[in-house]
């Protein structure tokens, strides 16, 4: 059994073994006698990678330490008796009760309104570590250095200026204009919106994706008929093919 506490993306992210994890929310599982705390990914998924195990003993003591660090504070007037309120309404309903509250479109009944869509982008960033490590051989010492268990990542830098481009990962097109209101309010909508199921995931033009060197490679041969005869490549495929390679490429 779990329970999954849902938030726009934290401002910090978490950290677990393999690095950081961008955070909408928090999954409980519960274990009997513990609680398993996971945080939820941006793309709404449970991540493994980061888990803190909580004794059901301690959930009183945890819950008065988060109110004295954080007051709880009411966002929605006290429903009356027999009143329920807003949290009680389903994903659409909120949506439609949130198009009330927002500034009418100007012109409603336009006949071509623009699409709209959710999309993922993301960009790579390396997380580095040097490790002292002592060990046999080489062999033994890169096994040793790749084993998560005995080397954690506590110290380990992120390099920034060595991020791979930002590129599209996955896009839907939203149709309705009540989930479009909800989309617009918060990260955790849309990444519940995405992943939903009920929304067909969009091919992404290869412009915009992160191509792969493989097939990158078997492209510009082809396109330089190589293999039929001795071939001269140059201009822009030889400077792709030396960056390809790790080699300096004039300017």
């Given at each position: 059994?779990?329970?999954?506490?849902?938030?726009?993306?934290?401002?910090?992210?978490?950290?677990?073994?393999?690095?950081?994890?961008?955070?909408?929310?928090?999954?409980?599982?519960?274990?009997?006698?513990?609680?398993?705390?996971?945080?939820?990914?941006?793309?709404?998924?449970n991540s493994e990678?980061?888990?803190?195990?909580?004794?059901?003993?301690?959930?009183?003591?945890?819950?008065?330490?988060?109110?004295?660090?954080?007051?709880?504070?009411?966002?929605?007037?006290?429903?009356?008796?027999?009143e329920q309120g807003?949290?009680?309404?389903?994903?659409?309903?909120?949506?439609?009760?949130?198009?009330?509250?927002?500034?009418?479109?100007?012109?409603?009944?336009?006949?071509?309104?623009?699409?709209?869509?959710?999309?993922?982008?993301?960009?790579?960033?390396?997380?580095?570590?040097?490790?002292?490590?002592?060990?046999?051989?080489?062999?033994?010492?890169?096994?040793?250095?790749?084993?998560?268990?005995?080397?954690?990542?506590?110290?380990?830098?992120?390099d920034y200026e060595?991020?791979?481009?930002?590129?599209?990962?996955?896009?839907?097109?939203?149709?309705?204009?009540?989930?479009?209101?909800?989309?617009?309010?918060?990260?955790?909508?849309?990444?519940?919106?995405?992943?939903?199921?009920?929304?067909?995931?969009?091919?992404?033009?290869?412009?915009?994706?992160?191509?792969?060197?493989?097939?990158?490679?078997?492209?510009?041969?082809?396109?330089?008929?190589?293999?039929?005869?001795?071939?001269?490549?140059?201009?822009?495929?030889?400077?792709?093919?030396?960056?390809?390679?790790?080699?300096?490429?004039?300017?």
């Amino acid at each position: 059994m779990s329970e999954r506490i849902r938030f726009d993306r934290t401002k910090f992210d978490s950290k677990g073994r393999n690095g950081y994890v961008g955070t909408t929310g928090i999954n409980v599982v519960d274990l009997g006698e513990e609680l398993f705390l996971e945080p939820i990914t941006t793309r709404g998924i449970n991540s493994e990678a980061c888990r803190i195990v909580l004794p059901k003993s301690a959930i009183t003591a945890l819950v008065e330490a988060l109110e004295e660090i954080a007051p709880v504070q009411a966002t929605w007037p006290r429903a009356r008796s027999g009143e329920q309120g807003p949290d009680h309404l389903s994903t659409p309903a909120r949506g439609a009760a949130a198009a009330a509250d927002r500034e009418r479109d100007p012109n409603p009944h336009r006949s071509n309104p623009m699409p709209h869509y959710i999309i993922e982008r993301q960009y790579l960033l390396p997380v580095y570590q040097h490790l002292a490590v002592e060990a046999p051989d080489l062999d033994t010492a890169c096994r040793e250095a790749l084993d998560d268990g005995e080397h954690d990542w506590e110290d380990a830098q992120e390099d920034y200026e060595s991020s791979r481009p930002t590129t599209i990962i996955s896009a839907v097109e939203i149709a309705s204009e009540e989930e479009w209101v909800i989309a617009t309010k918060s990260q955790y909508e849309r990444s519940g919106l995405m992943y939903d199921g009920r929304h067909e995931l969009i091919e992404i033009p290869r412009e915009f994706t992160e191509r792969d060197r493989l097939a990158e490679l078997a492209e510009i041969l082809e396109r330089n008929h190589c293999g039929t005869a001795r071939v001269l490549i140059d201009g822009d495929d030889l400077e792709r093919l030396k960056s390809m390679a790790g080699m300096q490429v004039d300017r």
